[in-house]
């Protein structure tokens, strides 16, 4: 008995230890630069690529003249297609590069790296798993890009495939210590939505404070099924800082499917302080969102799944009343940046927003 007290003690302090040694600095402190998995055929097909390739372009144009732009293209190939759509465009080119990795889609927010601190201030990697939100769609070769990054940059990367899948699109922190997230994204067991067999919320909690340097991990229930994510926070509230978040009001909530339950937790949040967080509510889109091409579709659209970088902030748009209203919200709350809206209609048929394709990397230097 003494010697298990001995080793549980032993095991306790190695994980509280580790809890101080990796920080996940907040998306709106200083990038070296913003990471991007460009569209191409070859999995989806040519009329996928030529409907949603405009918003990279937009993207990396308002990237640019702030910080590096990392393009993944799929060959060298697409790689020289891509060159010669941004010079088309008029992209500057001289603040940005190019990796060429195969990949399945353009979701690196959720299959690619997540760089983190140490506890030096060193930017190193951490590549948590990727099984294409529970085995929906393809995700080997988008599994593999956090290693294939590490080993171009020469960074040290903490492989966690074995430990956990996790989606970085799946987790929000306030930069002081608080995460939250959808159990329905992160531990259901439910068939269709596995991520992890058998995880337990306390495990899960375990890894998150010890690999995003976090002590509060505030759970949602989410919706297992909803969508292809099996609903990731970042849809519906983000963090401003560590006392501000963004969100929507409770009917637009209501209507993206959470829960009366859900909606009383997360605007009861509170901060490692105890303090309720300072609430800002956008609005949703006015209407239906309908694509550029002129398709209708069910649901409206989200502005809080928006990107901050260095000296923009990309705002999903979508041509939509509503869209002007919720940049000047976002504007107020980033006052030193500029607001861009990037129109997303196209996008948004497939599932996603401008913070679910876009994955900052921290200033900082290497850890080898």
């Known amino acids: 008995m003494k010697k298990l007290f001995t080793l ?40 996928y690529r030529k409907r949603v390739e405009q918003t990279w372009v937009d993207m990396t144009k308002a990237l640019q003249s702030g910080e590096k732009v990392h393009i993944i293209a799929y060959n060298a190939e697409e790689k020289n297609r891509i060159i010669h759509i941004l010079e088309e465009n008029k992209v500057p080119m001289k603040n940005m590069d190019f990796k ?30 990727f099984n294409g939100w529970g085995e929906k769609f393809d995700f ?62 306390e495990e899960a909690e375990e890894m998150f404070e010890t690999y995003y340097g976090v002590s509060k991990v505030i759970w ?15 849809g519906f509230m983000k963090f401003v ?11 637009d909530l209501l209507e993206l499917g959470l829960s009366d339950k859900d909606i009383k937790t997360l605007y009861a949040a509170s901060n490692t302080d105890g303090k309720e967080y300072k609430k800002v509510y956008l609005p949703a889109t006015q209407n239906k969102v ?39 919200m976002i504007q107020g709350q980033y006052p030193e940046r500029k607001v861009i809206g990037i129109d997303v209609r196209n996008l948004y048929e497939n599932g996603g927003m401008v913070h679910c394709v876009t994955q900052q990397q921290p200033a900082g230097n290497l850890l080898n």
């Open 8 to 47: 549980t003690f032993v095991l306790s302090f190695i994980l509280s230890m580790a809890q101080t040694d990796y920080h996940f600095p907040e998306e709106s402190s200083r990038h070296e630069g913003t990471w991007l998995q460009w569209p191409h055929h070859y999995q989806h097909g040519m009329t």
């Open 100 to 129: 060429m990795y195969p990949t399945d889609d353009v979701w690196i927010r959720d299959n690619g790296p997540i760089f983190v601190k140490d506890n030096k201030g060193n930017v190193l990697i951490e590549d948590w798993g």
């Open 140 to 201: 080997e070769n988008c599994d593999k890009i956090p290693q294939r990054i590490g080993k171009d940059l020469g960074i040290k990367v903490i492989d966690l495939n074995e430990e956990m899948v996790n989606e970085g699109g799946s987790v929000e922190t306030d930069g002081n210590g608080v995460l939250m997230a959808c159990k329905s994204s992160v531990i259901s067991q439910k068939k269709e939505a596995t991520r992890n067999k058998g995880i337990t919320q």
């Open 220 to 234: 949602l229930d989410g919706v297992t099924g909803l969508d292809v994510t099996d609903m990731h926070i970042d």
């Open 241 to 251: 800082n560590h006392n501000t978040m963004i969100t929507m009001n409770e009917n």
């Open 290 to 328: 309908k694509t550029a091409y002129g398709k209708q579709l069910d649901e409206k659209g989200s502005y809080v799944n928006y990107y901050v970088a260095n000296t923009v902030v990309l705002v999903p748009n979508y041509g939509d009343p509503n869209d002007e209203v919720a940049n000047q």
